[in-house]
């Protein structure tokens, strides 16, 4: 293993981070204080609790997972797309160094933003509502599996995408309808029966449903089935980049 | 020696089917430049993308210092430097962050006083803040050439360094390519400027249609398909040849005669020719000779060749 080539994209992409802290720490930031403003103030005033739960509470854990998709599909794919389409990608490619080295550098800074974002939206929730953690070691790892992943699949969808049509297309179509959704503002149980089953067949919820409990100790499925579906996801992520690089497909000619 | 790059058989057809290398066998040489010339299309920058890891081969194998290139990618690799014909960089980085990311990029831990002297031996050092957009297209060649330089490659590959470059950073290029070389540093280059590979090359190799038609010892090249050409000035102009002249060539103001011969033969006729031109009695001014240039050359070759 080549920890230098690996630390080297690392701190290059997070050095990206640092430089914009605006566009990368504020704008998640703003657009969670919105969700709150809208779903917690408006909404919530209607709602008031679930479960024993303030609603304003309630919504958090799902905020953050949403969030955490989002900005890890859009660093990961992002970073790897800019470097197709400016040419820099040639570089990565010449470079003696494995796929792994180079995912573990990439998928690993921009997971590391989205874990760094979502800590700042619970703290600025924490300045809106009560917030408690139950269990706070299990919320991190969940939280870093989350990032883990779905940079990973924004990894695949940078390599996959020729345009920037086609990288905008799997977060608009099939993420955002996903986390909307999947629990993030509601719980399952709220639907009638049969929409609570077809919610079920959505893995979204089992990220949120599972951070939830990480928050209150409830949950609309199992925790175990939560940690299951997420490895599942990220073992297959890791195979279809391991694929990728094996074949060089969409990158080495 | 053994050569430090040995290729055998390498062959590629693209997905679409385009096959553009057809069995490329050659040996490179340790700290020699090697030109590759060929009209465009003709599977130089597949050539050198393979070598370089950008491309997979369909065929054949390629050796870099001893180690497979693709069973021992990081050995192979390690040795190589690539600089790529387009100019792609972070434009919103500066120089000595690139420069330091490519080194970090081989796995080399950091060594600010070498990227000073790569940086001082291509006149950025004075640019080493400056953000790479700021930088004039010249320069954002040269950063190309640093990042290559960053890991202290053993082997350079330049895949066209001069293309669209004006005179004077041309000759500046050259000087860098020669102080690299006179380093011990194995340079390949492509190109189709003609004048680059006679100014540089010790070997010059043609390829066409994804062939290597012929590597050759650029003087030896030179010499063998070299024709002279022997320009005599008259001293008042000829309406038209004597008939003991007919075959060589009269130019349109009637002053000059030009005739071509070779260098090989075991004679070449000059004597002869000055005795027809005396016993004629045309006035001989002044007598110059030319050697054909590569051009000339190469545009026999790819068309005897092909």
């Given at each position: 293993?080549?920890?230098?080539?690996?630390?080297?994209?690392?701190?290059?992409?997070?050095?990206?981070?640092?430089?914009?802290?605006?566009?990368?720490?504020?704008?998640?930031?703003?657009?969670?204080?919105?969700?709150?403003?809208?779903?917690?103030?408006?909404?919530?005033?209607?709602?008031?609790?679930?479960?024993?739960?303030?609603?304003g509470?309630?919504?958090?854990?799902?905020?953050?997972?949403?969030?955490v998709?989002?900005?890890?599909l859009?660093?990961?794919?992002?970073?790897?797309?800019?470097?197709?389409?400016?040419?820099?990608?040639?570089?990565?490619?010449?470079?003696?160094?494995?796929?792994?080295?180079?995912?573990?550098?990439?998928?690993?800074?921009?997971?590391?933003?989205?874990?760094?974002?979502?800590?700042?939206?619970?703290?600025?929730?924490?300045a809106?509502?009560?917030?408690?953690?139950?269990?706070?070691?299990l919320?991190?790892?969940?939280?870093?599996?989350?990032?883990?992943?779905?940079a990973?699949?924004?990894?695949?969808?940078?390599?996959?995408?020729?345009?920037?049509?086609?990288?905008?297309?799997?977060p608009?179509?099939?993420?955002?309808?996903?986390?909307?959704?999947?629990g993030?503002?509601?719980?399952?149980?709220?639907?009638?029966?049969?929409?609570?089953?077809?919610?079920?067949?959505?893995?979204?919820?089992?990220?949120?449903?599972?951070?939830?409990?990480?928050?209150?100790?409830?949950?609309d499925?199992?925790?175990?089935?939560?940690?299951?579906?997420l490895?599942?996801?990220?073992?297959?992520?890791?195979?279809?980049?391991?694929a990728?690089?094996?074949?060089?497909?969409?990158?080495?000619? | 020696?053994?050569?430090?790059?040995?290729?055998?058989?390498?062959s590629?057809?693209?997905?679409?089917?385009?096959?553009?290398?057809?069995?490329?066998?050659?040996d490179?040489?340790?700290?020699?430049?090697?030109?590759?010339?060929?009209?465009?299309?003709?599977?130089?920058?597949?050539?050198?993308?393979?070598?370089?890891?950008?491309?997979?081969?369909?065929?054949?194998?390629?050796?870099?210092?001893g180690?497979?290139?693709?069973?021992d990618y990081r050995?192979?690799?390690s040795?190589?430097?690539?600089?790529?014909?387009?100019?792609?960089?972070?434009?919103?980085?500066?120089?000595?962050?690139?420069?330091?990311?490519?080194?970090?990029?081989?796995?080399?831990?950091?060594?600010?006083?070498?990227?000073?002297?790569?940086?001082?031996?291509?006149?950025?050092w004075?640019k080493?803040?400056?953000?790479?957009?700021?930088?004039?297209?010249?320069?954002?060649?040269r950063?190309?050439?640093?990042?290559?330089l960053?890991?202290?490659?053993?082997?350079?590959?330049?895949?066209?360094?001069?293309?669209?470059?004006?005179?004077?950073l041309?000759?500046?290029m050259?000087?860098?390519v020669?102080?690299?070389?006179?380093?011990?540093?194995?340079?390949?280059?492509?190109t189709?400027?003609?004048?680059?590979?006679?100014e540089?090359?010790?070997?010059?190799?043609?390829?066409d249609?994804?062939?290597?038609?012929?590597?050759?010892?650029?003087?030896?090249?030179m010499?063998?398909?070299?024709?002279?050409?022997?320009?005599v000035?008259?001293?008042?102009?000829l309406?038209e040849?004597?008939?003991?002249?007919?075959?060589?060539?009269?130019s349109?103001?009637?002053?000059?005669?030009?005739?071509?011969?070779?260098?090989?033969?075991?004679?070449?006729?000059?004597?002869?020719?000055?005795?027809?031109?005396?016993?004629?009695?045309?006035?001989?001014?002044?007598?110059?000779?030319?050697?054909?240039?590569?051009?000339?050359?190469?545009?026999?070759l790819?068309?005897?060749l092909?």
């Amino acid at each position: 293993m080549n920890w230098r080539s690996i630390l080297t994209i690392f701190n290059f992409e997070m050095a990206r981070f640092w430089r914009t802290p605006w566009e990368s720490l504020a704008a998640p930031v703003v657009s969670t204080v919105l969700y709150f403003v809208v779903f917690g103030a408006a909404i919530g005033t209607r709602i008031e609790s679930v479960d024993n739960i303030s609603y304003g509470a309630f919504i958090v854990p799902g905020l953050i997972i949403l969030t955490v998709l989002q900005q890890s599909l859009a660093n990961a794919s992002n970073a790897i797309f800019m470097r197709k389409f400016v040419g820099t990608i040639h570089e990565i490619l010449a470079a003696p160094i494995s796929f792994i080295e180079v995912v573990a550098g990439f998928v690993g800074a921009a997971a590391l933003k989205s874990v760094i974002i979502a800590i700042v939206i619970y703290l600025t929730a924490l300045a809106f509502v009560d917030l408690p953690l139950a269990h706070p070691v299990l919320a991190l790892v969940l939280l870093v599996l989350t990032s883990f992943g779905f940079a990973l699949w924004g990894f695949l969808m940078g390599i996959w995408a020729r345009d920037w049509q086609q990288l905008q297309f799997i977060p608009m179509m099939v993420i955002t309808p996903l986390v909307f959704l999947g629990g993030a503002f509601y719980s399952a149980s709220m639907l009638p029966p049969f929409w609570e089953a077809v919610a079920k067949l959505n893995p979204v919820l089992y990220l949120v449903s599972g951070f939830r409990w990480t928050f209150f100790g409830m949950a609309d499925v199992p925790v175990l089935s939560s940690v299951l579906a997420l490895a599942i996801f990220l073992g297959l992520g890791f195979l279809a980049v391991w694929a990728i690089f094996r074949t060089g497909w969409r990158l080495r000619a | 020696m053994s050569p430090i790059i040995e290729v055998s058989d390498l062959s590629k057809t693209y997905a679409s089917g385009t096959p553009a290398l057809k069995g490329v066998t050659l040996d490179i040489r340790e700290g020699e430049i090697l030109a590759l010339l060929g009209p465009n299309g003709a599977g130089k920058t597949t050539f050198i993308s393979i070598l370089c890891g950008l491309v997979t081969p369909t065929g054949g194998q390629v050796r870099v210092g001893g180690h497979d290139l693709l069973r021992d990618y990081r050995a192979a690799r390690s040795l190589i430097g690539l600089v790529p014909q387009e100019i792609a960089l972070e434009f919103f980085e500066s120089v000595i962050n690139t420069v330091r990311f490519s080194r970090g990029l081989y796995g080399k831990a950091p060594d600010d006083a070498y990227l000073e002297r790569v940086l001082r031996a291509l006149s950025l050092w004075d640019k080493r803040d400056a953000k790479l957009r700021e930088l004039s297209g010249g320069m954002k060649r040269r950063v190309l050439i640093a990042k290559a330089l960053s890991h202290g490659p053993r082997i350079l590959f330049l895949d066209e360094p001069t293309a669209g470059v004006d005179v004077n950073l041309r000759r500046e290029m050259w000087e860098v390519v020669r102080g690299l070389k006179a380093e011990g540093v194995t340079i390949i280059l492509t190109t189709h400027y003609l004048e680059e590979a006679e100014e540089m090359a010790d070997r010059v190799g043609i390829i066409d249609k994804g062939r290597l038609l012929l590597v050759r010892d650029k003087a030896d090249l030179m010499h063998e398909f070299g024709q002279k050409v022997l320009r005599v000035e008259l001293a008042a102009p000829l309406a038209e040849l004597p008939s003991a002249l007919s075959g060589l060539e009269l130019s349109p103001d009637g002053l000059t005669v030009s005739y071509r011969y070779d260098t090989h033969a075991d004679r070449s006729g000059i004597a002869r020719l000055l005795g027809t031109f005396a016993a004629e009695g045309i006035g001989v001014r002044d007598v110059a000779t030319e050697q054909s240039s590569l051009e000339d050359v190469f545009l026999r070759l790819v068309r005897d060749l092909a």
